[in-house]
């Protein structure tokens, strides 16, 4: 059975929508009742360094040999920029389709394969090859695709995106895209999610075929950001085929979206 729900979440969920101009609001089953900050969220001076950022690019035209250094030297996937990039890292991703089986230590075609998030780790999507700002992006044109079509054989746009989930063909990556325990500072903006098929038998490989957060167990949260992101194309055999939220067992699950658009 293909679960036409898009977007679902279980229990003790707190999602934080932004709707441009600054305008925020929240759905706080689990927010401070007061609106106010706890003391370990206000924090101390410190005269610690700030950290530096470092920065990766991707481009399927690139050649891997140097990926902090500019675009001709960048990794040629995305999962080989996840495997090594720490807390505070920024990953440049340039227009293309990329899919998770893709990269050093992966398996082809295998099922499991999902990019995931880390913390203090921001992944930007929307560059063309050769830009040298991050406000030079533009996610709409230079469409930047997270596929879960490992096999190639579904039906896509020209750009790679499956359209509706009728048009997945075969096997697809359980969850594209995957978020385990990590906090707003785990950042993913400027993507298409496409062809995610959580399409196992046992849970949670039948939830979530787009992206699946993960925020099970007692004192767990998961809070990712999510920006100017796309799903299209994506099922489940239960229930959120583009995305889903779990907060079970007394955990929390509680992604912040922003400009994010879901379609079948």
């Known amino acids: 059975m293909t679960n036409n729900h898009q977007y679902n979440s279980f229990v003790n969920f707190a999602l934080i929508i932004t709707v441009g101009l600054g305008l925020a609001f929240a759905l706080p089953w689990l927010a401070n009742a007061q609106g106010l900050a706890t003391h370990s969220e206000v924090g101390e001076q410190s005269n610690t360094p700030e950290a530096i950022t470092t920065t990766y690019y991707v481009a399927i035209t690139g050649t891997g040999l140097a990926p902090t250094v500019d675009w001709s030297g960048a990794f040629t996937n995305v999962q080989d920029a996840l495997a090594v990039a720490v807390s505070p890292a920024e990953i440049w991703v340039a227009e293309g389709v990329y899919y998770p089986d893709v990269g050093s230590g992966q398996i082809n075609d295998s099922v499991t394969a999902t990019f995931l998030m880390t913390d203090g780790v921001s992944i930007f999507g929307g560059f063309n090859f050769g830009d040298t700002d991050i406000t030079d992006r533009d996610w709409v044109n230079n469409l930047t ?75 767990k949260k998961c809070g990712p950001s999510l920006t100017n992101v796309v799903f299209s194309g994506n099922s489940a055999d239960e229930v959120g085929g583009a995305m889903f939220n779990n907060g079970r067992d007394n955990g929390d699950s509680s992604p912040s979206l922003s400009h994010v658009t879901f379609s079948v």
């Open 145 to 219: 695709v997270l596929s879960g079509d490992i096999d190639g054989d579904d039906t896509t746009d020209t750009h790679g995106v499956v359209l509706t989930a009728t048009d997945i063909v075969d096997y697809n990556a359980y969850h594209v895209v995957t978020a385990i325990g990590v906090s707003s500072t785990a950042k993913l903006d400027g993507f298409t999610i496409t062809a995610g098929q959580a399409g196992s038998t046992s849970y949670p490989n039948n939830i979530g075929g787009g992206f699946y957060c993960d925020g099970v167990g007692g004192g």
